[in-house]
């Protein structure tokens, strides 16, 4: 099993490739590239969150508090949230993970189970793409499966790490094939990985079509605004 280490250079490898390749090609701002670069880079620690108390679970867990409700700004800002509440919802938001978050995976998960799964990958990239939203749709897609990538890192690793090559040609350790998988051993760790992979793709369904909606609103009543400016008034009395 590669350590901590592998897999946090891996992602911040794969991270820096993502952003500086959507900077160079695809023009997107370079703040947002880093950005992706440092949420896919961070993303690779995400599925051994589930490898019980130790340094992954300890700086995911206190990484993940800090930075998710500084991504939620955007968002309290458009649920009309007055500043104090921002920081009171981002506060209680903090806690949560630091805190409740941390004592149920330390509790409840178990390695190499489904926080080790392409279903647990896609979980990953909605939780981020509700967490973050953004003016441009684009942009947010671009974020969240920034997040989907560095989790998809880190179980390739895990899976290439499980391959021994000797002298005979290659030879699969037990672990082969727990990373990279669509289902565990366990029934109902599949059902709620499943179920909590639905409902978030119906929110973040919904949620696209939301933003999808309101940022078309916003430019026609930006172009609207743009030509009661240009044109000129003739009924203004002299
Ligand atoms: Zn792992």
Known sequence: MPGFKIHIT??????????AGAWYLGGIPPETCVLAAGLCSVSGMLPDLDSGPGVPLRESCAFAAAVVPMLMIHRFHQMGFPLETMILVGAAIYL???FGVSTLLKRFAIHRGMFHSLPAALIA???????????????RYFICSAVVVGFLSHLILDEIWS????????????????????AGPTLWSNVLTYVLAGLLGIATAQDAAWSEKTSIAKQQLEQASRTIQTTPTPWVRR
């Open 163 to 182: 391959v021994k090559l000797g002298m005979f040609g290659p030879s699969f350790k037990k672990s082969f094939g727990t990373a990279l998988k669509f």
């Open 10 to 19: 891996g992602s911040t490898i794969v991270g820096v490739a993502y952003g």
């Open 125 to 139: 990239g909605e939780i981020a793409f509700l967490a973050f939203s953004s003016e441009q749709p684009l942009y």
């Open 96 to 98: 949560t993970i630091r």
